[in-house]
């Protein structure tokens, strides 16, 4: 869980740190589903369909982390 908050806090916007008060030492599988954001273009012939609900990384993690 360390490593997690570890890696959201650099993820984060704002410079906020985000602090592992779980007490979890153990290893630990989660899963975690959100809509990719990107600002760059796709290749010629590749068609995406939009999520029709997306929801963002740190929008994914404070709703199915939590």
């Not at 916007?13 to 589903?33: A, Q, W």
């Not at 068609?47 to 993690?61: G, I, L, W």
């Amino acid at each position: 869980m360390a490593l997690l908050a570890e890696s959201l806090g650099r993820m984060g916007r704002g410079g906020r740190p985000v602090v592992d008060r779980t007490g979890i030492t153990d290893r630990v599988d989660y899963r975690l589903e959100w809509t990719l954001e990107s600002n760059n273009p796709l290749p010629p012939g590749v068609e995406v369909q939009p999520d029709p609900n997306p929801v963002t990384f740190m929008v994914a993690v404070r709703e199915q982390l939590a």
